[in-house]
């Protein structure tokens, strides 16, 4: 009676299957859709125990968008770097030129200025804001070093200081103010001599046109401070290409940078008013091409003014393929990881596209893994 049923229940299995094939005699070699069974469903249940027995298989998500949202583009780093470069070496020949016009202090005497009038000048002051100066430099060159996109973070930083000092160039030489204290000692003029004139420009190149090196004997570069522009450029940078939660570390830069722009002053080296000036440009040249940057919609807005500024063709051409924000991401620069970050883990596991695991020995992960990340 059991068989009956079961014969009859397969006689009604084939019927279903084959609607069109009523009366005729169906062939032995047929092929039939696959019957899903409840043991499939005991099967995957078995499957996600055993996973979840073995802490050893990690889940490891790889983004495959990013990197072509983020590309690396070191050409126009290369430009950027050329671009920042001539305008430096522009603005010694601004500074070899406006030298010639300053007035004698004996007949032009400093300029009133209120904060000269409550702090006495200190002697060491202004040695402290270069090597304050150095050293944050070093710090973001280090950082610099480090990060995953340091090519789109390197040509911002170029861009910024070439355009800060294309700016300068201009302020000193349509106004050119005496000097800011009877201490300073000023090179003697050349009167046309253009040969020496050269050779003070490559002095002044050689030694970074700071003042311990010996290279920085000229007078007339003082709207607007060029040390407060690399003070407060760099620690903008650090700040922003690294993780909000290292306020410790944001916190050492700022010191870095506020006690080097106090120090300007406090060595009577520069007016207040170019401080504050050098401040305000660098700071607001800084949010206002992050800002563009990192919102996308701007780029393209109608209603965005800031597409008015004469650099916004530069800009386009820098970001037009950087289509996100860079996230402060890094990784070691060398093939082979530190030990510190190797896992005690024994073995990894990637989960594919058609959702495979693939069992990856320890030592084999780290051959395969050119960097390790960190990303805040």
């Given at each position: 009676?059991a068989s009956?049923?079961?014969?009859d229940?397969r006689?009604?299995?084939?019927h279903?299957?084959?609607?069109?094939?009523e009366g005729?005699a169906?062939?032995?070699t047929?092929k039939t859709?696959?019957v899903?069974?409840?043991g499939?469903e005991?099967a995957?249940?078995g499957?996600?125990k055993?996973?979840g027995r073995?802490n050893d298989?990690?889940?490891?998500s790889v983004?495959?968008?990013?990197?072509?949202?983020?590309?690396?583009?070191w050409?126009?780093?290369?430009?950027?770097?050329f671009?920042?470069?001539?305008n430096?070496?522009?603005?010694?020949?601004?500074?070899?030129?406006v030298?010639?016009?300053?007035?004698?202090k004996?007949?032009?005497?400093?300029?009133?200025?209120?904060?000269?009038?409550?702090i006495d000048?200190?002697?060491w002051?202004?040695?402290?804001t270069e090597i304050?100066g150095?050293?944050l430099l070093?710090?973001?060159?280090i950082?610099l070093?480090?990060?995953?996109?340091k090519?789109i973070?390197?040509r911002?930083?170029?861009?910024?200081i070439?355009?800060l000092?294309?700016?300068?160039?201009v302020?000193?030489?349509?106004?050119?103010?005496?000097?800011?204290?009877?201490h300073?000692t000023?090179a003697p003029k050349?009167?046309?001599?253009?040969q020496?004139?050269?050779?003070?420009?490559l002095?002044l190149?050689?030694?970074?046109?700071l003042s311990?090196?010996?290279s920085?004997?000229l007078c007339g570069?003082?709207?607007y401070?060029?040390h407060?522009?690399?003070?407060?450029?760099?620690?903008?940078?650090?700040?922003?290409?690294?993780?909000?939660?290292?306020?410790?570390y944001?916190?050492?830069?700022?010191?870095?940078?506020?006690?080097?722009?106090?120090?300007?002053l406090v060595a009577?080296?520069h007016y207040s008013v170019d401080v504050v000036v050098a401040?305000?440009?660098?700071s607001?040249?800084?949010?206002?091409?992050?800002?563009?940057a990192n919102?996308?919609t701007?780029?393209?807005?109608?209603?965005?003014?800031?597409?008015?500024?004469?650099?916004n063709?530069?800009f386009n051409?820098?970001e037009?393929?950087?289509?996100?924000?860079?996230?402060?991401?890094?990784?070691?620069?060398i093939?082979?990881p530190?030990?510190?970050?190797k896992?005690?883990?024994?073995?990894?596991?990637m989960?594919?596209?058609?959702?495979?695991?693939i069992?990856?020995p320890n030592h084999?992960?780290?051959n395969q893994?050119?960097s390790?990340?960190l990303?805040?």
């Amino acid at each position: 009676m059991a068989s009956q049923e079961l014969a009859d229940a397969r006689d009604s299995a084939t019927h279903n299957l084959n609607p069109g094939m009523e009366g005729s005699a169906v062939p032995s070699t047929s092929k039939t859709c696959p019957v899903h069974t409840p043991g499939g469903e005991d099967a995957k249940r078995g499957f996600r125990k055993g996973i979840g027995r073995h802490n050893d298989y990690v889940k490891i998500s790889v983004p495959e968008t990013k990197a072509n949202r983020l590309p690396m583009e070191w050409w126009k780093t290369v430009i950027a770097f050329f671009y920042a470069g001539f305008n430096l070496i522009l603005t010694t020949v601004v500074i070899t030129v406006v030298h010639e016009r300053v007035p004698p202090k004996e007949s032009s005497p400093p300029l009133p200025d209120k904060f000269f009038d409550y702090i006495d000048r200190v002697n060491w002051a202004f040695t402290v804001t270069e090597i304050n100066g150095m050293v944050l430099l070093a710090i973001w060159l280090i950082q610099l070093f480090f990060f995953r996109y340091k090519s789109i973070a390197s040509r911002r930083f170029f861009f910024l200081i070439g355009t800060l000092y294309l700016y300068r160039c201009v302020t000193m030489y349509i106004t050119t103010l005496p000097v800011p204290g009877m201490h300073m000692t000023c090179a003697p003029k050349l009167h046309g001599d253009s040969q020496a004139k050269i050779q003070r420009i490559l002095r002044l190149v050689s030694g970074g046109g700071l003042s311990i090196t010996s290279s920085h004997l000229l007078c007339g570069d003082f709207l607007y401070s060029g040390h407060t522009v690399m003070l407060t450029l760099t620690y903008l940078f650090i700040k922003e290409y690294s993780p909000r939660s290292f306020w410790w570390y944001h916190l050492m830069c700022w010191l870095l940078s506020a006690v080097g722009v106090v120090c300007i002053l406090v060595a009577h080296e520069h007016y207040s008013v170019d401080v504050v000036v050098a401040y305000f440009i660098t700071s607001r040249l800084f949010w206002w091409y992050h800002t563009m940057a990192n919102l996308q919609t701007l780029k393209c807005s109608p209603n965005n003014y800031l597409t008015n500024t004469w650099w916004n063709p530069l800009f386009n051409f820098l970001e037009r393929n950087v289509q996100t924000s860079v996230p402060c991401s890094y990784s070691w620069p060398i093939t082979w990881p530190p030990a510190c970050l190797k896992n005690p883990c024994k073995k990894y596991s990637m989960l594919n596209s058609s959702n495979r695991i693939i069992n990856i020995p320890n030592h084999t992960m780290f051959n395969q893994l050119p960097s390790c990340n960190l990303t805040c």
